[in-house]
């Protein structure tokens, strides 16, 4: 009796358990929510226009420093143009601008009447022209004292004569003439200081066009340099020849653009896109890399395409897909200290996060399927 009493209490105890556990395990499934994802394959494809690199002025290829598939950064060197030509212009206009500046600083101190100061660039370089010009300013100089001391006597003299007329000591004619002396030295000093002006203006002008001139020569010599203009991958070097001539314009190489983030271009069938909306959260896989070791990339549905697209290779119908295209928050795998890159043409895998459910609804779906289905049988 006691075997048959403990074993209707084990019974019971095990039945409670049961039920108890079935209980809970409801009510774990109601609460425990599970992501619904739409998975696509796809492919990382360009953010940007690929970037032709081009010369506009063309010449001989001196050296090229990257390869095909090599990732460059912004502004660093692809190729060197031979510069000899435009390094010759460039030098010349430099100095004739030098030579300019050296004759305005003499000009000004000639009008100013102070002494010339020259930038110890300018005599360092120039020693020999900033000598010329400092002989030339001394010369001028005396000329122009001389003229001053001129019209100092003539003034002194004209005062001297003027009383002497009163008194018919000296004719009117000897103080006209010695008045026209006066006028014409001091016209000589005007015309003096008027033609110092004319060529301080006239120098200044040509200096400025020569500056102008000079900014066009620099740009040509610095385009001879062909940098990146974007951090990006060289898809292709059209000329690949060291020596070889490439004509003005035309084309050097081919960038693809390496933005901060990524954009996945995924096919998504038509029988799950009506639940895929821009913004939505995704996670993409890239497959080079092992998922369970580096993981994925975060990013946001940005477009959907219009409608559907059928595969050129099979051109069947039941083969078309939605294009959905994805941006990641960040272009690489693994630390930023060890970055494992992402280039254009690597195959992913997209899961779009579509929304949630419980486990308990998960569980009852086919359930509820079925009995609908059951419903519409006869």
Same mark, same amino acid.
């Given at each position: 009796m006691?075997?048959?009493?403990?074993?209707?209490?084990?019974?019971?105890?095990?039945?409670?358990?049961?039920?108890?556990?079935?209980?809970?395990?409801?009510?774990?499934?109601?609460?425990a929510?599970?992501?619904?994802?739409t998975?696509?394959?796809g492919?990382?494809i360009?953010s940007?226009?690929?970037?032709?690199?081009?010369?506009?002025?063309?010449?001989?290829?001196?050296?090229?420093?990257?390869k095909?598939?090599q990732i460059?950064?912004?502004?660093?060197?692809?190729?060197q143009?031979?510069?000899? *030509?435009f390094m010759s212009?460039?030098? @010349?206009?430099?100095?004739? =601008?030098?030579?300019?500046?050296?004759?305005?600083? /003499? $000009?000004?101190?000639?009008?100013?009447?102070?002494?010339?100061v020259?930038?110890?660039?300018?005599?360092?370089?120039?020693?020999h022209?900033?000598?010329?010009?400092?002989?030339?300013?001394?010369?001028?100089m005396?000329?122009?004292?001389?003229?001053?001391?001129?019209?100092?006597?003539?003034q002194?003299e004209?005062?001297?004569?003027?009383?002497?007329?009163?008194g018919?000591s000296?004719?009117e004619?000897?103080v006209?003439?010695?008045?026209?002396t006066?006028?014409e030295?001091?016209?000589?000093i005007?015309k003096?200081?008027?033609e110092?002006?004319? *060529?301080l203006?006239?120098?200044?002008? @040509?200096?400025?066009?020569? =500056?102008?001139a000079?900014?066009?020569?620099?740009? /040509? $010599?610095?385009?001879?340099?062909?940098r990146?203009?974007?951090?990006g991958?060289?898809?292709?070097?059209?000329?690949?020849?060291?020596?070889?001539?490439?004509?003005?314009?035309?084309?050097?190489?081919?960038?693809?653009?390496?933005?901060d983030?990524?954009?996945?271009?995924?096919?998504?069938?038509p029988?799950?896109i009506?639940f895929?909306h821009?913004?939505?959260?995704?996670?993409?896989?890239?497959?080079?890399?092992?998922?369970s070791?580096?993981?994925?990339?975060e990013?946001?549905?940005?477009?959907?395409?219009?409608?559907?697209?059928i595969?050129e290779?099979?051109?069947k119908?039941?083969?078309?897909?939605?294009i959905?295209?994805?941006?990641?928050?960040?272009n690489y795998?693994?630390?930023?200290?060890?970055?494992l890159?992402i280039?254009?043409?690597?195959?992913?895998t997209?899961?779009?996060l579509?929304?949630?459910?419980?486990?308990?609804q998960?569980?009852?779906?086919?359930?509820?399927?079925?009995?609908?289905?059951?419903?519409?049988?006869?």
């Open positions: 006691k075997k048959t009493h403990s074993s209707k209490i084990f019974t019971h105890v095990i039945l409670w358990a049961s039920l108890l556990f079935f209980i809970s395990a409801i009510i774990w499934a109601n609460y929510i599970l992501d619904e994802v998975t696509g394959q492919k990382v360009p940007s226009e690929v970037q032709v690199i081009q010369n506009l002025e063309g010449g001989i290829i001196q050296n090229i420093f990257v095909e598939g460059v950064k912004k502004d660093q060197i692809l190729m143009i031979d510069n000899t *030509r212009s460039y030098a @010349e206009a430099e100095k004739k =601008i030098d030579a300019l500046e050296i004759e305005i600083i /003499r $000009l000004n101190a000639e009008i100013s009447n102070t002494k010339p020259f930038p110890e660039k300018l005599t360092k370089t120039y020693p022209l900033v000598q010329d010009q400092l002989s030339l300013y001394e010369s001028r005396r000329e122009l004292n001389q003229l001053e001391k001129s019209l100092e006597l003539a002194k004209l005062n001297l004569t003027r009383p002497l007329l009163k018919g000296v004719s004619v000897e006209i003439r010695l008045e026209r006066v006028s030295i001091r016209g000589n005007e003096f200081k008027s110092e002006l004319d *060529r203006n006239k120098a200044r002008s @040509e200096l400025f066009a020569l =500056i102008e000079n900014k066009a020569d620099k740009d /040509r $010599l610095t385009r001879t340099t062909v990146s203009p974007v951090y991958i060289v898809k292709q070097i059209k000329t690949k020849t060291i020596g070889g001539v490439v004509q003005p314009g035309n084309d050097l190489l081919e960038i693809v653009p390496l933005d983030t990524l954009l996945i271009e995924a096919k998504i069938r029988s799950d009506g895929i821009p913004g939505q959260k995704a996670m993409v896989k890239i497959t080079a890399y092992d998922f070791i580096y993981g994925g990339l990013g946001v549905v940005e477009h959907i395409s219009a409608d559907t697209i595969d290779k099979t051109d119908k039941e083969e078309s897909y939605y959905v295209k994805v941006r990641t928050e960040k795998l693994g630390t930023e200290k060890k970055p890159p280039i254009p043409g690597m195959q992913a997209v899961d779009i579509t929304g949630q459910k419980s486990v308990l998960y569980l009852l779906k086919p359930i509820i399927k079925a009995k609908q289905s059951a419903l519409r049988e006869r």
